[in-house]
């Protein structure tokens, strides 16, 4: 992801990319950050206490310096594919994030306690693997706090369906119920989907590299990049894993596995 990142980082202003981890030690700081340039910077933040990896991008209004107004969030298992600066110039219409439409496209299919929230089972619920965030309106309204409490006093309907674990996706949904913006999906495409010129490719679920399920031009564009890093031909020592029975008759399968967040 962070190849990805600095290989499209075309912008005048340059990329200053804040990697959220525990416990990566410096030489694997130093080997998975791409040569640093005018405009491209990678800061490693380490993250202390109990809190789970899914839900560090709560933090993100305050490991970001206050100057700082505004936001891209990627899931470590991503491959940016192109210029994230008109993602980044996106208006979010008064919205404090943008996100993409998760394979659960509604709440009630993914917050089962909705009605009891006072949610609109008919409302879109968003996938958290990618999202541009307007700072000053996340930290106003304190989101990544009342976020990780609504997960916290919700525990027991963090499982969607009985079989895809959401964590900090709940939560977030939960809060920023009526506040999102919708982005097309072309800006977190599962990598499993069909074969498209997408803009950030997701390899979340049954669509991680070395899954049988993974598109072979998704494999590819993975290898490419990853051939450019120390860890070149790691791939060819990972079994492929069978590929799960298909669901046919749609463009998306019915639901997706969520992406367990940046140190995954």
Sequence with gaps: MLHSVAARA???AGV?????????????????SPPESDRFHVRWVPVTGDLAPAYFRMLIGDVLPPSAGRAIYLDADTIVAADLGELWRRDLGGAVAGAVVDYLPRCREAVS???????DGDAAYYNSGVLVVDLDAWRSEDVGARALAITRANREHLLAQARFPQADQYGLNVV??????????LWNWGSELVECPAHVVHYLGNGKPHDARCRPAFRRLFLDHLAATPWAGWLATRRPAPAPRRHSGRTRPPARARAAGPAR
């Design 10 to 12: 075309h912008g005048a």
């Design 16 to 32: 200053e990319v804040t990697v959220l981890h525990r416990g990566v030690e410096a030489d694997d700081r130093r080997r998975a």
């Design 113 to 119: 306690n909705w009605r009891e929230l006072g949610l």
């Design 176 to 185: 920023l119920h009526d506040r999102w913006h919708t982005l097309g999906t």
